[in-house]
């Protein structure tokens, strides 16, 4: 059974930055294209970033772009995503997501992930 485990979560000032890590266990994970999405209080699933699993190319949504990184460690079965220049805009629930079957530019739409984690708080004050 895959499992991930996001972590590194919490309460930040505007302009701040936070490190989240995604565990994956029990699956192949340098097959699996990674993707990170946010959920804010009332709104849909939004896609953060993604990181392909064959050559590391990585994608990120226009809300991001410029302020998060995705970064993947296979050695360690891990997914990064490094947070900077935060805005309150960005608060909400942050999940991995594992897409086994990946090519082409990594999918930007949350049914095309296979595999969730539990999620783990942002919290961005003004």
């Known amino acids: 059974q895959v499992q991930l485990v996001e972590s590194g979560g919490g309460l930040v000032q505007a302009g701040g930055s936070l490190r989240l890590s995604c565990v994956v266990s029990?699956?192949?994970?340098?097959?699996?294209?990674m993707g990170w999405f946010r959920q804010a209080p009332g709104k849909e699933r939004e896609f953060a970033a993604a990181?392909?699993?064959?050559?590391?190319?990585?994608y990120a949504g226009s809300s991001v772009k410029g302020r998060f990184t995705i970064s993947r460690d296979n050695a360690q079965n891990t997914v990064y995503l490094q947070m900077n220049a935060l805005k309150p805009e960005d608060t909400g629930v942050y999940y991995c997501?594992?897409?086994?079957?990946?090519?082409?530019?990594?999918?930007?739409?949350?049914?095309?992930?296979?595999?969730w984690g539990q999620g783990t708080q942002v919290t961005v004050s003004s």
């Open positions: 997501a594992a897409d086994r079957v990946a090519g082409g530019v990594p999918d930007t739409r949350a049914n095309a992930y296979d595999y």
């Open positions: 029990g699956g192949t994970f340098s097959t699996y294209t």
């Open positions: 990181i392909r699993w064959n050559d590391a190319y990585t």
